[in-house]
């Protein structure tokens, strides 16, 4: 398994530094039903707008219902196939269009879906698995295969699973990603203060 644990400008909690979306699964690892309960419950106390918890997700393990495993996974885009055949969990979130109490258009259902997929992540990593998101899947083809309703819309496919021991078991092009420095922008051209586009400084 590498280290790939976040070089940050400060420290921040190893849970964040160390979350990270590989793509080297353990097929021979599945994900309990304890562990899964877990990470669920850290979606479903995520915070939403007005409590509304307008996200859905959809579970598909492989070891329990391998057809519907295979049917969510014949939607992958063929470059996620070439890893995600290794994944022993998927999971599909959803983002509901509208406020359940009130039937009002809620405009901030994909920042929640976000969010609660985030939150299980960190659990996720917290219980020693990992989480990959994908949006590389054909969404229409998930919806007609799993009857989603049309107020709710697909966002991300969730692998979810333990780290391979090692990225030699991808294809070569696969492992290069795999391998390729973790590197994000500078604080300051993604967080502003004082302006738009004026960069926080410390
Ligand atoms: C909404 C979303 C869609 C993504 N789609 C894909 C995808 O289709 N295939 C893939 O290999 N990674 C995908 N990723 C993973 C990102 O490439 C990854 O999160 C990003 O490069 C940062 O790397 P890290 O999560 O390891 O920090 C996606 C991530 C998100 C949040």
Request: hydrophobic share 40%; charged share 25%; net charge positive.
């Amino acid at each position: 398994m590498q280290d790939r644990k976040a070089q940050t400008s400060v420290p921040i909690h190893d849970l964040m530094a160390r979350r990270w979306s590989p793509r080297a699964y353990d097929l021979s690892r599945p994900v309990s039903r304890e562990q899964l309960q877990t990470v669920l419950e850290a979606g479903r106390w995520a915070p939403s707008c007005n409590g509304d918890e307008p996200w859905r997700y959809l579970i598909w393990d492989r070891a329990r219902d391998p057809e519907g495993f295979q049917k969510a996974f014949d939607s992958l885009s063929e470059n996620n196939k070439k890893w995600v055949k290794n994944v022993p969990l998927l999971m599909l979130s959803c983002a509901g269009s509208n406020f359940q109490a009130t039937g009002k258009p809620n405009r901030w259902t994909q920042h929640d879906t976000g969010a609660a997929t985030v939150s299980m992540a960190l659990q996720a990593t917290a219980l020693g698995l990992v989480i990959h998101q994908m949006g590389g899947y054909d969404a229409e083809k998930v919806r007609a295969a799993f009857n989603i309703p049309a107020e709710y819309t697909p966002m991300a496919m969730i692998a979810v699973g333990y780290e391979a021991a090692s990225p030699d078991i991808l294809d070569d092009e696969t492992k290069a990603k795999e391998l390729r420095p973790r590197r994000r922008q500078p604080l300051a051209e993604r967080f502003f203060e004082g302006g738009w586009g004026k960069g926080v400084q410390f």
